[in-house]
Nanobody, 124 residues
Framework: LQLQASGGGLAQAGGSLRLSCLSG??????????IGWFRQATGQAPEWISCISSSGIGKYYANSVKGRSTISRDDANNTVYLQMDSLKNEDTAVYYCAVYDSGYVYYTGSYPYWGQGTLVTVSS
């Protein structure tokens, strides 16, 4: 199972970006899975930031992004999104999406499949 994260880039502090997570395999329907987003800043451990249930009803956020981010899914387009608003310098990181299996949603070990990351750089 392969995932692809995209949508990163350079943004101004206070601005917005929308990240997308797609299946790298056309035969895999992401709607069957809960999907999480993590980020990793240079020299730091991966940080869980959000997760959405397979139904799309359950949405969970880390305190660091709560109120500034919205996770959603579009099953018709087989895509999970992470809308990030009011960006801060500390949001600069590589962002990854991953398939959730079981366990704590904030634990990297609960996600057996990861995509390649997309770099978000926030400048003042």
């Amino acid at each position: 199972l392969q995932l692809q994260a995209s949508g990163g880039g350079l943004a101004q502090a206070g601005g917005s970006l929308r990240l997308s997570c797609l299946s790298g395999d056309s035969g895999v329907f992401l709607g069957s899975f809960a999907i999480g987003w993590f980020r990793q800043a240079t020299g730091q451990a991966p940080e869980w930031i959000s997760c959405i249930s397979s139904s799309g009803i359950g949405k969970y956020y880390a305190n660091s992004v709560k109120g500034r981010s919205t996770i959603s899914r579009d099953d018709a387009n087989n895509t999970v999104y992470l809308q990030m608003d009011s960006l801060k310098n500390e949001d600069t990181a590589v962002y990854y999406c991953a398939v959730y299996d079981s366990g704590y949603v904030y634990y990297t070990g609960s996600y057996p499949y990861w995509g390649q990351g997309t770099l978000v750089t926030v400048s003042s």
